[in-house]
């Protein structure tokens, strides 16, 4: 059973639309979920729900089995990382991190013991007694999750706690999180616009597209199998195709690819008539350029193919790009380590395509 | 966004309210509501004086010049202060605190020495160029009172903005003027506003400058106030007078309010990101213009004066200083400086009391900006624009039975000077309340925090330091505060701006030294009160 | 903080509710301007001798007090009143705010500082006068100006300061003392001339003395409207002992103000009110008005002060002016001379 469940849950401001509808999501104990989703999907408002300190309008949010609605903020139980960090001006770092113990009326022992314990799973002990206009951003960062993990939260909320910093230090910091919640057997709720934070961070990520959570899964299965177009889309997984599918074949101005016989009859769109095709990059590889008329036999053997365009290929640091244009006019990017054989820019180039991997969605997505 | 949340913000606002506007009530509208009534109930209608103010020429010419000069007077220390403002909140140099608190220091001067400094500067300017008793002279000294007003409010404003816009416009080809015109101007606008409503205020209801530089031909309407209740007894006269004057302040804040309301609640940033070490020949030069330009406008005056302080005789000294010890005389009035500094330091300290109690209730009140709160906010200005004659009329009108009457009426005092002080704490505390990150009071929340915890941990220890600044404001108006005491006190315990007064009341260079030498004094004092306070400062938003 | 803003508002109100009047046994209260004083030795012998406490109740300059005392006569600050000077004894007069009361010692005043009222009493008078570098008009090799009428001479262009008489009492005083010497008309012709001759106007005595007078300060006045009694002021007040005086008197612009008191009708201690009187006409106090107030004492059996003989000048024929003339010319007279002079 979850850690933090959340189930039905409506939101919105004021007498406005709803800026979450019907939000489902669950967060186990020792595990960082990642919240993936465009600025103005609903994120932040999500947490600000679960922190309690925007109202519900209707739904369930339940930790460790306790319903949250009539818990007031405070009392929850839950430390919120803010983004650009919130820290209190008025208290130096110690006086920061100390808050949250001081709130629960522990004595001073037992709030110094978290205070340096909480400093020191953070690795800023040496500068418990700096102001905190005197910290870098990354101390700042650091600071404001000592502070959240001093009061021994059961799940620790983040809301993009990286975002203002650079990358080398926001990957380092997003590779410790995993190790603090683990060893604190909490869970963690981590904010970000950012696949790459969510892939480095999350045991499982939640896609969140307009208001509401679309697809919680392992990063594995989110890229393997997504639940609609636009979560598709929003993960970059590959290309989307309009299609017109009829007896288990995908036709357009692309080309046609015939279905495996699991995706003709468990697809959403598996009648006959438009759809959209999701083509996923890792399903493509390119192989050559196509042959005379007659090379038909050369794609058989190679399974299912179409043709493509080449536009350019560059080297970009281990990999080479492979930029490419498809029959319709749609553009698509590769990676791939081998391009020899590949022709000049302007030439056909021949994909070979594992059908397995297509995803077949409803039209008009 | 509900600011309150679950906290129930709007109730406290309400009961907040509660204090400032009895205060308000009490020692502002009713006594104003008695003088006025009084010199209007005379023929029983209020628009027959009225009309016969207005129908008057000589006053209409004393409205159309108090007015002007007020306009002028305004704009030429928004010139002079706006330099300043710039380079004391962009270039952070060694100095720089001294000279901010300095600016303040001619706010606590009686107008008599101040005139008396300008006539002296004046007189030597002659040769050169002659402002003796020119219109000139007027904004001059006004420039010098209020130019701090700008200094500090726009300043305050002014270090908290983030400087990426003004480097994003430049990157975009504005050269540093449009960027300022364009990008920093428009953000410092509420500022500006505030400043430039609290200078007219000042300016338009100024007395004794005007007429110690004017000379003839240069009457205000608080002149003509003056005379109508001091020698006329003319009570109908000096009311639509009041009311006139009442009118004018009430259409200024009205129009200040307009400006705030378009770029209210801005929050600041949450670090002084404009304030950057000066390095330079650029910078070096933008700092010794600003100084120059102080110099010119508040260094010459504030020097004439020292120099006045140390005269003896033919020569220089400190005897004025060493006479500070003791009364001229074993009389009954002539107090000892030194107890009158006493006395000048309690009701000071009193009246900043008070007036921290009134204006953090009302900043409070209005943090929201309600309706009622922005009311509030404007109701609370009105004392700085009216006639301290008027206002002290009605004060002994008022009060002359009760607790305030006899030895009573010395509570009078500061009650009388925080009605002054009360706008420059909330002008001073709004800002860092409306700046107060609401993710702050949220962190404490879920660190566990009920909403009264929130409240004393965050808001109370941000407010009151801010508030100690606020403190610092309140205490440099009052302390030189002397149109309010000398009507209102009654009791032989002179403050320094009275025995300065009294001082000058005799002739002979001893007297006229000691005068000086007070006000050195208490220049002193205040630069070195508001130097203090201006050190307290807590994280980003301590200071503003 | 809100129950703290209720506490001070509740212990307002409370004060202002249930503050009794202590008027009727606390010390007697002598309302006047803020010029006054006395020797505190000569205070505290009245006090020992008649057991009576004196509270010293300043209410501004001589027009705002006696304004003050008019507009609360139901319920006044004081229970006795000095300082009303003759320019507005006549506004005093008609407002009926005193009992009469002939005071001790009335036999030693001069018939010409009497009022020919019992409901005031003469205290002290002082003389407003044209004061003059006497420094300066040595420098410039110019002769002082010898009276009045010369003051309009061209020869003395842009040499005088004077006060505003809508805003100053010796400025209100000297304007008299041109109606009294020259007629109305020609007084204000006169005016018309001064202005011509760049006269200063400062709104006060202290604006016009320490802000234009060459002798006291950096302003370029030699001729500066102020008291007979200046001079010896300049002596005593010197940065260091001197046995001349800088400055003169132009005996012939002088004009007489008498200050007198009187006991206000509505005192519930009208005996301690009279002894208070009786006190202010007593020989130690009239001995004490030249060094604390710098005006003459009205009893002619009081011997001035050695620097008062020495340098202070006693006009034989000042300027007078009857207080009903004044307080039915007054406020004309000023609206003329904003019109002449001001506008």
Excluded at chain 2, 49 to 78: I, K, M
Excluded at chain 2, 301 to 312: D, G, H, I, Q, T
Excluded at chain 2, 356 to 376: H, K
Excluded at chain 3, 192 to 206: F, I, P, Y
């Amino acid at each position: 059973m979850g850690l933090l469940e959340v189930a039905g849950l409506r939101a919105g401001y004021g007498d406005g639309p709803d800026v979450l509808s019907d939000v489902h999501l669950d967060v186990r104990s020792g595990e960082v979920v990642a919240l993936l989703g465009a600025s103005g999907s609903g994120k932040s408002t999500l947490l600000r729900c679960i922190a309690g300190l925007h109202p519900l309008r209707s739904g369930d949010v339940t930790l460790d089995g306790r319903d949250l609605r009539r818990v007031s903020v405070e009392q929850r139980g839950i430390g919120l990382v803010f983004q650009d960090h919130a820290l209190f001006p008025h208290h130096d770092v110690t006086g920061n991190v100390a808050f949250g113990p001081r709130m629960q009326g522990l004595d001073r022992a037992e709030t110094a013991a978290r205070v340096a314990r909480a400093l020191a799973d953070v690795g800023l002990g040496h500068l418990a007694h700096r102001a905190i206009d005197e910290l870098s951003g990354g101390e700042q960062q650091r600071v404001a999750l000592a502070r959240a993990l001093a009061t021994r939260p059961r799940l620790l909320l983040l809301d993009e706690p990286y975002g203002s910093l650079d990358r080398p230090l926001r990957e380092r910091l997003v590779d410790e999180l995993p190790g603090l919640v683990r060893g604190e057997d909490i869970g963690a709720l981590l904010v970000t616009h950012d696949q790459q934070e969510a892939l480095r961070a999350a045991d499982r990520v939640a896609v969140m597209v307009a208001g509401t959570v679309r697809q919680l899964d392992t990063p594995e299965r989110l890229w393997a199998d997504p639940v609609d177009a636009e979560v598709a889309a929003f993960l970059g997984v590959g290309v989307l195709l309009d299609a017109e599918m009829h007896g288990g074949v995908a036709s357009g101005a692309f080309g046609a690819l015939t279905l495996p016989p699991p995706l003709r009859t468990s697809s959403a769109a598996g009648g006959d008539g438009p759809a959209r095709l999701l083509l996923p990059r890792r399903a493509l590889r390119a192989i050559a350029a196509p042959g005379g008329p007659d090379a038909a036999g050369d794609r058989a053997a190679a399974g299912a193919t179409l043709t493509a365009t080449l536009v350019e290929v560059r080297f970009a640091g281990e990999r080479h790009r492979i930029d490419l244009v498809l029959g319709d006019g749609t553009r698509l990017t590769l990676l791939s380590d081998d391009v020899s054989g590949l022709p000049s820019p302007g030439a056909a180039v021949t994909l070979a395509v594992d059908v397995d991997a297509l995803r077949v969605f409803p039209p008009g997505q | 966004m509900s600011r309150g949340g679950r906290t129930g913000g709007r109730g406290r606002g309400a009961a907040l309210a509660v204090g400032p506007l009895v205060f308000l009530a009490l020692f502002f509208a009713w006594p104003l509501t008695l003088v006025l009534s009084r010199g209007l109930g005379v023929d029983g209608a209020l628009l027959a004086p009225l009309r016969d103010v207005l129908t008057d020429p000589y006053l209409q010419q004393v409205a159309r010049f108090t007015l002007g000069q007020a306009l002028a007077s305004t704009l030429l220390t928004l010139l002079v202060g706006m330099p300043v403002a710039a380079v004391l909140s962009t270039l952070d140099f060694r100095g720089r605190r001294v000279i901010e608190a300095a600016t303040i220091v001619p706010f606590v001067l009686p107008t008599v020495v101040v005139g008396t400094a300008f006539v002296a500067l004046l007189g030597r300017l002659a040769p050169v160029v002659d402002l003796r008793q020119t219109t000139l002279a007027i904004l001059l000294a006004h420039v010098f009172f209020n130019v701090s007003v700008v200094v500090r409010t726009v300043g305050g404003l002014w270090r908290h903005l983030d400087a990426a816009p003004v480097l994003a416009a430049r990157t975009l080809g504005a050269t540093r003027l449009r960027a300022f015109l364009h990008v920093t101007l428009p953000r410092l606008r509420p500022a500006i506003g505030a400043a430039a409503a609290v200078v007219f205020l000042f300016t338009f209801t100024s007395f004794g400058v005007v007429l110690i530089l004017g000379g003839p031909g240069r009457s205000t309407l608080e002149v003509e106030i003056h005379r109508a209740t001091s020698q006329l007894l003319d009570l109908r006269t000096a009311a639509a007078l009041s009311v006139l004057q009442l009118l004018a302040v009430v259409a200024t804040l009205g129009v200040y309010d307009r400006t705030r309301r378009r770029h209210a609640a801005r929050p600041l940033a949450r670090a002084a990101l404009s304030l950057r070490p000066a390095a330079g020949p650029r910078d070096r030069m933008a700092i010794a213009g600003m100084l120059g330009l102080l110099m010119l406008v508040q260094g010459l005056p504030l020097l004439a004066l020292l120099e006045r302080s140390l005269r003896v005789g033919d020569g220089w000294g400190l005897a004025h200083f060493r006479s500070l010890g003791a009364p001229t005389r074993e009389a009954v009035m002539s107090v000892a400086p030194a107890v009158a500094v006493r006395n000048s330091l309690l009701f000071a300290l009193a009246a900043t009391l008070i007036a921290m109690v009134v204006g953090t209730s009302a900043a409070l009140a209005a943090v929201g900006g309600s309706r009622a709160g922005r009311l509030m906010d404007g109701a609370l200005m009105l004392p700085l624009g009216t006639s301290a004659v008027t206002l002290g009329l009605g004060l002994l009108l008022a009060f002359r039975t009760g607790a305030f009457a006899g030895r009573g009426a010395i509570l009078l005092v500061p009650l009388a000077q925080a009605l002054v002080a009360v706008p420059f704490v909330v002008r001073t505390m709004l800002p860092v309340l409306r700046g107060i990150d609401r993710r702050l009071r949220e962190a404490a929340a879920t660190l566990g925090a009920a909403p009264r915890r929130v409240w004393r941990e965050i808001d109370l220890p941000i407010v009151s330091r801010a508030g100690l600044v606020a403190a610092g404001f309140a205490f440099a108006v009052t302390v030189g505060e002397f149109g309010a005491t000398i009507f209102v006190a009654r009791a032989s315990n002179p403050t320094v701006p009275v025995a300065i007064h009294r001082a000058l009341g005799l002739p002979g260079a001893v007297n006229l030294g000691r005068a000086m030498a007070l006000s050195v004094l208490l220049a002193l004092i205040t630069g070195a009160t508001v130097l203090l306070i201006d050190r307290i400062r807590v994280g980003a938003v301590g200071r503003f | 903080m809100r129950s703290r803003t209720l506490a001070a508002l509740l212990v307002t109100t409370v004060l202002i509710a249930g503050c009794g009047d202590d008027a009727a046994d606390g010390p007697v209260r002598l309302i006047t301007h803020d010029s006054f004083d006395v020797s505190i030795e000569v205070l505290e012998a009245f006090t020992a001798e008649t057991g009576i406490e004196v509270e010293i109740v300043p209410l501004g300059d001589a027009g705002s007090a006696l304004n003050r005392v008019i507009l609360t006569a139901d319920d006044p600050e004081g229970d006795v009143l000095f300082g009303v000077d003759s320019t507005f004894l006549t506004r005093a007069l008609d407002a009926d705010l005193f009992l009469p009361y002939r005071a001790a010692g009335l036999d030693q005043v001069d018939a010409s500082l009497l009022p020919g009222d019992d409901r005031v009493t003469p205290i002290s008078f002082g003389d407003v006068c044209v004061n003059y570098d006497i420094a300066w008009f040595a420098d410039a090799g110019l002769a002082v100006p010898a009276d009045l009428a010369a003051l309009a001479d061209p020869a003395y262009a842009g040499l005088l300061a004077v006060q505003n008489p809508a805003t100053s009492s010796p400025g209100l005083a000297f304007l008299l003392g041109t109606i009294e010497r020259l007629g109305e008309d020609e007084a204000f012709a006169f005016w018309e001339r001064l202005r011509a001759n760049d006269v200063l106007v400062s709104d006060g005595w202290s604006e016009a003395y320490y802000g234009a007078f060459t002798h006291a300060s950096d302003g370029d006045r030699p001729l500066v409207v102020s008291y007979a009694s200046s001079p010896p002021a300049e002596v005593l007040f010197a940065a260091e002992p001197t046995d001349t005086a800088p400055t003169g008197v132009i005996v012939d612009t002088c004009f007489r103000q008498i200050e007198y008191a009187g006991i206000l009708a509505s005192t519930p201690r009208a005996d301690d009110a009279r002894r208070l009187v009786d006190f202010l006409l007593s020989p130690a106090f009239q001995a004490d008005v030249p060094l604390t107030m710098f005006v003459f004492p009205v009893r002619s059996d009081v011997a001035l002060p050695d620097v008062f003989v020495a340098h202070a000048v006693l006009p034989e024929r000042p300027l007078v002016m009857d207080p009903v003339r004044i307080d039915a010319g007054r406020e004309g007279w000023i609206a003329r001379f904003t019109d002449t002079v001001l506008r």
